[in-house]
T-cell receptor, first 113, second 111 residues
Framework: NAGVMQNPRHLVRRRGQEARLRCSPMKGHSHVYWYRQLPEEGLKFMVYLQKENIIDESGMPKERFSAEFPKEGPSILRIQQVVRGDSAAYFC???????????FGPGTRLLVL | EDKVVQSPLSLVVHEGDTVTLNCSYEVTNFRSLLWYKQEKKAPTFLFMLTSSGIEKKSGRLSSILDKKELFSILNITATQTGDSAVYLCAAAQGGSEKLVFGKGTKLTVNP
C-alpha cells in the first residue's frame, strides 16, 4: 500500500513564476492537509480539503496561494508569483476520515531564487 | 493563540541511554496528541494519544498524555544511532482537524 506521494520532491523557481505542488493521498484516504515548514520552524497548517471541497483554509495566505482536490487526480497546491519568502518545505498529509491519524508525504522543497 | 512547546530543542546522548522528550500544549478544542519522527523525509507517525494516563508502547518507545496538566512525554529506552531524528509533537483540534506542531526536539545518538 503506497504511502502519500508528493511531486516534485524539489522545485526551483525564480521570483514571479508559478509553483505547482502535487499530492496523491494514500489509497482509501479522501482527506488531504497541506503544511509548510520554514527553516528552524515547526510545521504550520495551511489548508484541509476533501474531494472537491475546501474545509478549512485558515492557514493559507490570502493572496497568491490556492489549493484544490478534484474529483479525479491529485491535490494541487498552487503558488502564484512566488517570492523568496515562499522558500520552504511543503508537506501533504492524508487521513481516511475526520479525526483519523494524518500520514505525511516526503514533502516538496521549494527554492525561490 | 494555539501553541505547542517542546523541550529540549536538542539533545545529544550515547547509545544505550534513555531519553525523555517533553511536549506541552495549549490549543482550543483539543482532541488528541500525536508524536512523529522526522528524518530527512516524511514525518512518520509514532503515537496518537487521546486518553489521559494510558501509556502507549511500541518497542523501545512509549508515550503518555496528561490532559489535566496539558503535556505529554515520549520515552525512548536503550537508544540506538537509528533513533537520531527530529521528534515532532502535534496537537489535533476537533472541528478543523488541523494539527498544531511544536518546533521539534532534535535527538542525536552517538555510538
Amino acid at each position: 500500500n503506497a504511502g502519500v506521494m508528493q511531486n516534485p520532491r524539489h522545485l526551483v523557481r525564480r521570483r514571479g513564476q508559478e509553483a505547482r505542488l502535487r499530492c496523491s493521498p494514500m489509497k482509501g484516504h479522501s482527506h488531504v492537509y497541506w503544511y509548510r515548514q520554514l527553516p528552524e520552524e515547526g510545521l504550520k497548517f495551511m489548508v484541509y480539503l476533501q474531494k472537491e471541497n475546501i474545509i478549512d483554509e485558515s492557514g493559507m495566505p490570502k493572496e497568491r496561494f490556492s489549493a484544490e482536490f478534484p474529483k479525479e487526480g491529485p491535490s494541487i497546491l498552487r503558488i502564484q508569483q512566488v517570492v523568496r519568502g515562499d522558500s520552504a518545505a511543503y508537506f501533504c498529509a492524508s487521513s481516511q476520515d475526520r479525526g483519523e491519524t494524518q500520514y505525511f508525504g516526503p514533502g516538496t522543497r521549494l527554492l525561490v531564487l | 493563540e494555539d501553541k505547542v512547546v517542546q523541550s529540549p530543542l536538542s539533545l545529544v546522548v550515547h547509545e544505550g541511554d534513555t531519553v525523555t522528550l517533553n511536549c506541552s500544549y495549549e490549543v482550543t478544542n483539543f482532541r488528541s496528541l500525536l508524536w512523529y519522527k522526522q528524518e530527512k523525509k516524511a514525518p512518520t507517525f509514532l503515537f496518537m494519544l487521546t486518553s489521559s494516563g494510558i501509556e502507549k508502547k511500541s518497542g523501545r518507545l512509549s508515550s503518555i498524555l496528561d490532559k489535566k496538566e496539558l503535556f505529554s512525554i515520549l520515552n525512548i529506552t536503550a537508544t540506538q544511532t537509528g533513533d537520531s531524528a527530529v521528534y515532532l509533537c502535534a496537537a489535533a483540534q476537533g472541528g478543523s482537524e488541523k494539527l498544531v506542531f511544536g518546533k521539534g526536539t532534535k535527538l542525536t545518538v552517538n555510538p
